[in-house]
Nanobody, 114 residues
Framework: QVQLVESGGGLVQPGGSLRLSCAAS????????MGWYRQAPGKQRELVAE???????NYADSVKGRFTISRDNVKNMVHLQMSSLKPEDTAVYYC????????WGQGTQVVVSS
């Protein structure tokens, strides 16, 4: 079973940027469509960005134009570049396949606040 470890979160001011990383181990994820999800307090987990094995991307309307998902199949990693961050982006961010097939990692906390 793939193990996923997210990192890169932190506290950032509105308008700032962060780059999240997801490292996968035990199995290659290159054949999988991968996604970044987030869960804000009191809300359901939502998929905000996804990338196919071939590199096509898709974004939730709430992050379109501000977030960029990418993958590095050599390093078995997925990244999420976040810019123009807003307070409503505050959440715990997770990576998984686009269907949530793997065990969920611990996530990485992002707090956008002045």
């Amino acid at each position: 079973q793939v193990q996923l470890v997210e990192s890169g979160g932190g506290l950032v001011q509105p308008g700032g940027s962060l780059r999240l990383s997801c490292a996968a181990s035990r199995k290659s994820i290159s054949r999988y469509a991968m996604g970044w999800y987030r869960q804000a307090p009191g809300k359901q987990r939502e998929l905000v960005a996804e990338i196919t094995s071939g590199g096509r991307t898709n974004y939730a309307d709430s992050v379109k134009g501000r977030f960029t998902i990418s993958r590095d199949n050599v390093k078995n990693m997925v990244h999420l570049q976040m810019s123009s961050l807003k307070p409503e982006d505050t959440a715990v961010y997770y990576c998984n396949t686009d269907r949530g097939q793997f065990y969920w990692g611990q996530g990485t906390q992002v707090v956008v606040s002045s």
